[in-house]
């Protein structure tokens, strides 16, 4: 069973910035893809970033420009740097990681870290 553990959330002003990091229980060459979801009160879980099983980055359009997804390898971490965060924001952050059993897929979820920008 993969483990992920997200730190790094928190209260920020509008504008403010933030980075989240995720730690993996084991190496991330064993993973599919890893990335970042999140979700609101009220709403759907939605992608956030996230490594492709080719190594591309697939961003969501409403944070195209102001954050940026990153691993380090040799750590087995996904950190999520996020700049002029806006209350929209707002959201539990998840970290995600996809891994192939037999063909098959499997999606392993941390536990959440909480974002809350509002002034």
């Known amino acids: 069973q993969v483990q992920l553990v997200e730190s790094g959330g928190g209260l920020v002003q509008p504008g403010g910035s933030l980075r989240l990091s995720c730690a993996a229980s084991?190496?991330?060459?064993?993973?599919?893809?890893m990335g970042w979801y999140r979700q609101a009160p009220g709403k759907q879980r939605e992608l956030v970033a996230a490594?492709?099983?080719?190594?591309?980055?697939n961003y969501a359009d409403s944070v195209k420009g102001r954050f940026t997804v990153s691993r380090d390898n040799a750590k087995n971490t996904v950190d999520l740097q996020m700049t002029s965060l806006k209350p929209d924001d707002t959201a539990v952050y998840y970290c995600?990681?996809?891994?192939?059993?037999?063909?098959?897929?499997?999606?392993?979820w941390g536990q959440g870290t909480q974002v809350t920008v509002s002034s």
């Open positions: 995600n990681a996809i891994k192939l059993r037999i063909g098959i897929p499997y999606n392993y």
């Open positions: 084991e190496t991330f060459n064993s993973m599919y893809g």
């Open positions: 490594f492709t099983s080719s190594g591309s980055i």
